[in-house]
């Protein structure tokens, strides 16, 4: 008897099996009945999308999810991803060719110059200037997802030169007298002054000049001129080279090597990742470091305030370069892109209802109507009271893992600003260090001149493939080259071993890119 | 008590010594993250390394257990493991035990396991599998690919063609049919190899995440390694952001809500481990052994 029971459950348990997969099957099979049938304009659309998420998820059924179905008349199904493994899952469902209508990318990396070739994704040529928060996305940002005259993405919205840019603790340069540095010199001098003079005071020798993790990152670039990303210097030949090759980063290493040999760069810096980076910083220990107006993380500055209540951090504002140059680059202008199923050209009323969600996600809403008087931005947030509140002015989201929001489930719900500062980031922050630390890198940034970056309007299929491999050589000898392991003489044959493993490929694909697009030297915004 | 000579006492205490030492190394990054849940952040941003934190917080553990999404995940993760252990026992168990008598094709069958143990097909040709097969987005798709694990296999048929064949003879004598054998007879016999198996199998399904990822696409049928990997993730990728165009806009769970969730994942299936240990060694070596 005994084992009859046990003899049901094994038969029970593969019953349930059988049953369960056979449901799955089912609610694969009803998703893909609604799709494909005739266009209709009162037909009520199913629209898949697959978009990453770094941190939390909204939940399937959520409020926010019914908004939309309400508000759209659709019957929208997302589903989202962990960024970490989202490649991953995005090539087998790419290759599974079960693709959804919207895919929603990080950006325009090699997979997505594979499959636009291939054919996979709409091209948006005559669509984008119909709706108006596409219109307003710049030619020369365009380039950067147009596959041969085709575009095939809607990129996001980023600000155009708030980038992270090197900050400074004011109250430690009070202390010892110091002004804010204006070159290089000044700068090492400081840091070392940081160092050896105990800037905060407790009698100890707990302090240093520049936080620094690995691959010499942020790598305190005081303007384009040294920047490792700025496509800004040209070789022998006349040719546009990254900065990361060029002269004035050779200098710019020997300048880091000096300064670690004083001991004030993070001293294990190659082996700390980013996190650990910013403890040293925010801990109080470092007193160099980088900020930037968006996103910045205000459970580490309320770690800082804690700890000292009396901290000040000010914008180190762009040196002057040697050739008279002085500014910061300017960010490629996008950040994520959105792209539709090639399969939707035989459904326009389909493609005009998800362009009309985009383009409503990315309506831009000044600072001082993001309240419920603004019907737009009271929907987005999912209504007064429920989505978010308002507190001493400012907007508080609910957690997007409730998913009460309609921006918490769109594919684009960034605002597609007229300008940087009329996104007003700085006014958004709760802990007053922050909020100060903000203003005055949007005041910085609205100050000065940013370079644009020619090395985000072209792309160049060897850069796609090999450019993250000869990244970490660079940064791998450069890393030796300031730890003193390695002479900086060395640095030409450096210079021609990255070449010899593609770089030169790259410099020359690179090129002939930017004569295609008409460049004509580097332009200053 | 024998006496002991002092070369032999000073190779004891080498021994202790050394082995202490291995084990310190291998417990204390684990002490350090429970130290660290259990630590308020500003300890932790003050101190550079926080082997017993100064006051004790729970703040950590709220979080996490405030979090809808975690506490399910749990569940998710236990349901997962228990149905497949259970699965992979009775599909190693019954095709280890065919393998082991004499029937037609058994060689074949067995090269073509020996096959899979040495070749994979990949994420992609898998992922179909899966999707035509109609398991996505349904928890037997972390289940049923992987419901024999070749090598787990081939050692628990090892183990029943080493039982002596007069037990077989002997209960087909008094009337068992091959089922009655495997079911009373061999079965029995087997539970320490049975244990070290649920053991293996039983960790395999709590660590998975990347089946997870790929076969299931709502956040609610995601087991707590997805979850867990996403928390911990989102403070990986600022490492990237080197060039500082990728924004900063999803704050990381602070790390000591990271420890916390670490200390969450792992704790339950470590538990397991003393109830199956004393068969896991004996098992792990049956089978390698034949008469």
């Known amino acids: 008897m005994h084992c009859r029971g046990k003899a049901w459950a094994a038969a029970a348990l593969a019953g349930a099996i059988i049953v369960t997969s056979a449901c799955g099957g089912e609610d694969e099979g009803a998703g893909r009945t609604n799709e494909g049938g005739a266009p209709d304009g009162q037909k009520k659309h199913t629209i898949t999308m697959i978009d990453f998420r770094y941190g939390a998820f909204p939940p399937t059924g959520g409020k926010g999810l019914q908004m939309i179905n309400e508000k759209f008349n659709v019957d929208f199904k997302p589903q989202y991803v962990v960024r970490s493994d989202y490649d991953q899952k995005l090539s087998a469902i790419v290759a599974s060719g079960d693709i959804p209508d919207i895919i929603v990318m990080e950006g325009p990396d090699s997979n997505f110059y594979k499959w636009a ?62 002004a804010v540095p204006k070159n290089y010199d000044e700068l090492k001098q400081v840091a070392i002054a940081f160092t050896k003079n105990d800037p905060d005071g407790n009698g100890k020798h707990d302090t240093y000049g520049l936080a620094m993790s690995a691959n010499i990152n942020p790598s305190y670039a005081m303007g384009a001129y040294w920047d490792l990303e700025a496509w800004y210097h040209q070789n022998a030949d006349g040719q546009l080279i990254p900065g990361m090759i060029s002269e004035a980063r050779k200098q710019h290493i020997a300048w880091l090597a000096d300064l670690y040999k004083e001991g004030a760069i993070t001293k294990d810096f190659a082996l700390l990742n980013w996190a650990q980076t910013n403890k040293e910083f925010y801990s109080g ?53 959105v ?60 957690v997007e893992e409730k998913g009460l929001a309609p921006i918490n489930y769109l594919p ?14 700085s006014k958004e922050y709760t802990v007053p260090l922050l909020r100060d630390l903000a203003a005055s890198l949007e005041k910085m940034h609205g100050e000065t001149k940013h370079l644009v970056n020619p090395i985000n309007e072209v792309f160049s299929e060897t850069r796609a493939a090999k450019d993250t491999e000869l990244s970490r050589f660079l940064y791998t000898e450069q ?46 915004k | 008590m024998r006496h002991r000579t002092w070369g032999e006492r000073c190779i004891d205490i080498a021994n202790v010594l050394l082995l202490g030492f291995i084990a310190l190394a291998m417990l204390a990054p684990f002490w350090y993250v429970a130290a660290v849940s259990f630590a308020s952040y500003k300890e932790f941003l003050q101190r550079d390394i926080v082997w017993f934190p100064k006051e004790w917080v729970l703040s950590a553990y709220e979080y996490i257990f405030a ?182 806009e999803h704050a990381p769970p602070a790390e000591t809500v990271q420890m916390a969730a670490i200390i969450v994942a792992t704790v339950p299936i470590l538990v397991v481990y003393p109830f199956l240990q004393k068969h896991f060694a004996k098992g792990v070596m049956l089978g390698s052994v034949k008469g």
């Open chain 1, 117 to 178: 070739k291939q054919g996979a994704f709409l091209p948006l040529n005559e669509l984008l200037d119909k709706y108006p928060t596409m219109k307003l996305i710049p030619d020369n940002i365009r380039k950067a997802v147009t596959v041969n005259g085709k575009i095939y993405a809607i990129q996001k919205y980023l600000t155009e030169n708030y980038q992270l840019t090197p900050v400074i603790r004011k109250d430690w340069l009070d202390r010892l007298g110091l």
């Open chain 1, 285 to 337: 220990k470092a007193g160099i470091f980088i900020g930037t107006p968006r996103g910045m993380n205000p459970t580490y500055m309320q770690g800082l305030v804690d700890l000292s209540p009396n901290a000040q951090i000010v914008p180190i504002p762009p040196f002057q370069a040697p050739d008279g140059s002085q500014g910061f680059v300017s960010s490629p202008g996008f950040y994520g892109i």
């Open chain 1, 339 to 398: 792209m539709l199923n090639a399969k939707l050209a035989k459904e326009p009323d389909k493609v005009a209802k998800i362009m009309e969600m985009i383009d409503y996600g990315r309506k831009f809403v000044p600072l001082e109507q993001r309240n419920a008087g603004n019907a737009d931005f009271d929907w987005l947030n999912g209504k007064e009271g429920q989505g978010y509140t308002i507190e001493n002015g400012n907007v508080r989201r609910e």
């Open chain 1, 412 to 425: 684009d719900k960034t605002m597609w600003a007229p300008n940087d500062a009329a996104n007003g980031y």
């Open chain 1, 479 to 524: 890393t030796k080259m300031i730890f003193g392991e390695k002479p900086l003489s060395d640095w030409d044959a450096m210079v021609k071993e990255w070449s010899d493993k593609g770089g030169a490929q790259i410099i020359k694909e690179v090129n002939e890119s930017l004569k295609a697009n008409g460049y004509a030297g580097p332009q200053w």
């Open chain 2, 67 to 248: 979090s809808e999404s975690f506490v399910r995940s749990v569940g998710v993760t236990v349901l997962v493991t228990v149905i497949g252990t259970a699965v992979n026992l009775a599909c190693t168990s019954t095709f280890a035990y065919t393998l082991s008598r004499p029937v037609i094709g058994q060689r074949v069958m067995l090269v073509l396991v020996l096959f899979t143990l040495l070749f994979s097909a990949g994420m992609i040709p898998t992922y179909l599998i899966v999707k035509e097969t109609g398991l996505l987005n349904s928890i037997w798709a972390l289940i049923l690919p992987i419901a024999i694990n070749p090598f787990n296999l081939i050692v628990m048929r090892q183990f029943f063609v080493g039982m002596p064949g007069e037990l077989h003879e002997a209960a087909v004598m008094d009337g068992a049919n091959e089922l009655k054998v495997f079911w009373n007879i061999m079965l029995p016999l087997s539970k320490p190899s049975l244990a070290a198996f649920a053991l293996f199998y039983a960790v395999m399904h709590w660590n998975n995440y990347f089946t997870g990822i790929l076969y299931l696409n709502e956040p609610e049928k995601w087991p707590i390694q997805v979850i867990l990997r996403q928390m911990i993730v989102v403070g990986e990728a600022q490492t990237a952001l080197g060039s500082g165009h990728i924004l900063l």
